[in-house]
């Protein structure tokens, strides 16, 4: 999967930000940052780059990753995808009048 989304649904790299572990567990957080090359979720390509803030979570023994949990900001990236704003903010909906 991982090569799926770096390397055909996207021209990707992981760049790295704060970094913080202990025996047990590691934690980083960085971002996903590439250009959108190949279809991804129903999206053709649309060659638009993207930066999207993800958190990486691994649970170690014996010096070994055990597990590892992707945390990562889907909106802002369909945002920057399809031409919304850039940071992944959506707007609040209207208020509905009754």
Known sequence: MLTYFYHQAFDAHAEMGLTIYTDDHAVLEGYFVGRHTGEFAGIPATNRSVRVPLC?????ADGRITRGRVYFEMPVLVAQLTGGDSRGQVEEPAPVVA
């Open 56 to 60: 990486v979570v691994y649970d170690l």
